[in-house]
């Protein structure tokens, strides 16, 4: 050991009055930071109006659609929602749509910037990553309604129809579709009337249900009253949404 260091053998370890005036400041950013932190997430919602009850969602969105099928949709000011969207959202609804070009969920239900959270896939259906979607949007945007809304004369339905009768695999990746279509189709298949028809009806009811009971947090909110997963079926004559299913 050297002599500088036996004469003080603390020197090293011992905390200079800078390093001490360092952390305090340390400290003080990592409270402030928290602050920061907590203040943002109590902040307002960026769209006030869009913090309803599901009921009152539900009833939100059934106008919206009255207002598309008789041609008075509201002007909506996009300059000013894109501005208050900037720092979030918090979507009054979600929707699990067909991809299908003939529906646009914002337009049936004459929705501004930020009011609906839409999925959509071939056929409406809810895989793994739209029930993660769908948990995203309730958990953590408080999204009160989920709407699972197919349509007449649905493609996706049809192909899988038309598949599993004459037992022939669709080319590419299309048999993924027509597995999660198939047993909403194959459920439907001893109801009279239109085979079609039912199939696309059986789809929208199969996976209300599975968004429903998808735990842990879908169906948990469900059972807190937070959350209102409904079906419907879009008519494309007249733009109408018919509601099938409701919790």
């Known amino acids: 050991m050297c002599d500088k260091c036996s004469e003080n053998p603390h020197q090293s370890i011992a905390p200079s009055r800078r390093s001490m005036m360092l952390f305090a400041a340390s400290a003080l950013g990592v409270a402030a930071f928290g602050g920061a932190a907590l203040a943002k997430e109590v902040k307002a919602p960026p769209k006030p109006q869009n913090v309803l009850s599901p009921d009152a969602a539900l009833k939100r969105l059934m106008e919206g659609n009255a207002r598309y099928v008789s041609g008075v949709s509201r002007r909506h000011d996009f300059t000013h929602e894109r501005e208050a969207l900037v720092g979030g959202q918090n979507p009054y609804a979600?929707?699990?749509?067909?991809a299908d070009s003939r529906i646009a969920p914002e337009y049936a239900f004459d929705s501004g910037r930020g009011d609906l959270f839409v999925c959509r896939v071939a056929g409406n259906f809810a895989g793994d990553e739209t029930v993660a979607s769908m948990e995203y949007t309730?958990?953590?945007?408080?999204?009160?309604?989920?709407?699972?809304?197919?349509?007449?004369?649905?493609?996706?339905?049809?192909?899988?129809?038309?598949?599993?009768?004459?037992?022939?695999?669709?080319?590419?990746?299309i048999p993924t579709l027509v597995a999660a279509i198939a047993p909403s189709v194959k459920a439907a298949?001893?109801?009279?009337?239109?085979?079609?028809?039912?199939?696309?009806?059986?789809?929208?009811?199969?996976?209300?249900?599975?968004?429903?009971?998808?735990?842990?947090?879908?169906?948990?909110?469900?059972?807190?009253?937070k959350l209102k997963v409904v079906g419907g079926v879009y008519r494309l004559r007249t733009g109408t949404v018919e509601l099938l299913a409701q919790s």
């Open 189 to 225: 298949a001893q109801q009279s009337g239109k085979a079609l028809d039912n199939a696309i009806r059986q789809n929208v009811i199969d996976n209300v249900a599975k968004l429903r009971s998808a735990a842990p947090l879908l169906n948990a909110a469900v059972e807190q009253g």
């Open 94 to 98: 979600a929707v699990l749509s067909c």
């Open 138 to 173: 309730v958990a953590v945007l408080g999204t009160p309604l989920i709407l699972v809304l197919g349509h007449d004369n649905c493609g996706a339905v049809d192909a899988t129809i038309k598949s599993l009768k004459d037992d022939k695999p669709l080319p590419g990746h």
